[in-house]
């Protein structure tokens, strides 16, 4: 079975700005000791997901600040994930999207390193199984990463 912080180091290894490598860092310190933890526990792939966000929202966060991810606050972290009032979960796909097009990515190419990892957290789901208005365009990991960053995990940034 192959490990969280195995398969982060994958992700990571694709290439992609050095705040993404930074942020891929950033984010196995902050799951530390969890790490197997969350291996073990992770049968859907959602946790797997929910590092990706965490990657992700770091990667974001450090950009747009102009600022390493290892000094990305806790705070910018949950207002990034955390649906505003009014919001729904597609809402903060698009978000996250708007923030990635920002930054130069193009949220479909595959090719980038930072929006194939965007790609498989925003994935879509079948339409007849779906309504428009309900996670039409989301993965677990924007979910997930509520998880990850929950009380009981305790990540300490």
């Not at 708007?98 to 965007?118: F, I, Q, Y």
């Not at 996670?135 to 998880?147: E, S, V």
Request: proline share 4%.
């Amino acid at each position: 079975m192959t490990t969280i912080i195995e398969q982060s180091r994958t992700w990571q290894g694709e290439g992609g700005p050095a705040e993404w490598t930074q942020a891929w860092d950033r984010t196995r310190e902050l799951i530390g000791t969890r790490a197997d933890r969350f291996s073990e526990h992770d049968s859907d792939g959602s946790q797997e997901d929910a590092i990706s966000a965490l990657a992700t929202a770091l990667y974001i966060t450090a950009r747009e600040r102009r600022i390493e991810p290892v000094v990305v606050p806790r705070q910018a972290v949950d207002e990034l994930a955390d649906k505003r009032p009014g919001e729904t979960d597609l809402d903060v796909v698009r978000r996250w999207e708007t923030h990635l097009e920002n930054l130069g990515h193009d949220v479909d190419d595959k090719t980038d390193p930072v929006s194939a990892r965007w790609h498989r957290l925003r994935y879509d789901h079948d339409p007849e199984l779906y309504c428009d208005d309900v996670l039409a365009r989301h993965g677990y990991g924007l979910t997930a990463i509520r998880y990850v960053l929950g009380d009981h995990v305790a990540l300490a940034f």
